[in-house]
């Protein structure tokens, strides 16, 4: 019985711990109104961490006390995981972070089941919600641009000649758990079948530590060049979800975030 919730989070999703019990909500919040498939996305989540929980790799793990799901509630989607304590603030070392990422990628490598093929960068859902939402941050000179980038930058991620393989999706430290155990990784709503250079961008973009330093700690890495096309897009994701961010949690330093990723992506272009 849950007594005395506390909310974990509150961003792209909202998570709860229904405590004392050991048991955590996950509940669609901001990925509910951009994408569409919420509930295709956190069944993905939930197929995913199951399989590499059974298969040994450090990952949260689905709950074991309750029906996981996804639910539907009163309009929202949820998903039911396993409490795990661990340090929020923890700062890893760089070299700790790239072996990390390449034994979750060695045990990702057997996975069975379906992955989408294409780069979870969410740009044309975030255009059509600020659109709905008449964002008034973002000029429809900004939205087409943003559009038309992500059809250009996902076409050369995929025409890279990359090998496609299972991805984490989002793998930077801060879904790296720091327990008692040891770290484990959670949230794979991103994962996809694509080249690795994608989940080495999400680790070289980290503002939690030396991003670059934990790269070249990933045995055999691809140089800079080679990750090229990866950087972009998950630059232009960045870029996206910095919008939706903005729209929720209005502050001046997101504002000024936001303009200053606007000014830079234009100026790259």
Request: hydrophobic share 40%; glycine share 10%; proline share 15%.
């Given at each position: 019985?849950?007594?005395?919730?506390?909310v974990l989070k509150d961003g792209a999703n909202v998570l709860v711990h229904l405590a004392p019990a050991p048991v955590v909500a996950r509940v669609?919040?901001?990925t509910a109104l951009v994408r569409t498939e919420v509930a295709a996305t956190l069944a993905k989540d939930v197929a995913l961490a199951g399989w590499l929980a059974g298969s040994g790799a450090p990952v949260v793990s689905p709950s074991r006390l309750l029906l996981v799901g996804p639910h539907q509630h009163l309009g929202r989607t949820l998903t039911f995981w396993t409490y795990v304590a661990h340090e929020p603030d923890?700062?890893?070392?760089?070299a700790e972070v790239g072996p990390l990422l390449a034994d979750l990628h060695g045990v990702l490598r057997d996975y069975p089941g379906e992955l989408?093929?294409?780069?979870?960068?969410?740009v044309p859902e975030v255009v059509a919600f600020l659109r709905s939402v008449g964002d008034p941050v973002a000029s429809d000179?900004?939205?087409v641009m943003l559009a038309r980038d992500a059809v250009r930058i996902s076409d050369e991620l995929l025409a890279a000649g990359s090998k496609s393989?299972?991805?984490?999706?989002?793998?930077h430290p801060g879904n790296l758990l720091y327990?008692?155990?040891?770290?484990?990784?959670?949230?794979?709503?991103d994962a996809w079948r694509g080249p690795i250079g994608w989940d080495l961008a999400c680790l070289a973009g980290t503002g939690r530590l030396d991003g670059w330093a934990a790269v070249a700690s990933y045995p055999d890495a691809p140089d800079r060049a080679a990750l090229a096309?990866?950087?972009?897009?998950?630059?232009?994701?960045?870029?996206?979800?910095?919008?939706?961010?903005?729209?929720r949690f209005r502050t001046p330093d997101r504002l000024a975030d936001v303009r200053a990723r606007l000014a830079a992506w234009r100026s790259a272009r």
């Open positions: 019985m849950c007594t005395d919730p506390v669609g919040g901001l923890h700062v890893y070392r760089p989408p093929g294409v780069p979870p960068m969410d000179d900004d939205l393989v299972p991805l984490h999706g989002d793998a327990t008692p155990t040891g770290p484990v990784w959670t949230d794979f709503e096309p990866s950087l972009a897009a998950r630059q232009l994701q960045g870029l996206a979800w910095s919008l939706v961010f903005l729209w």
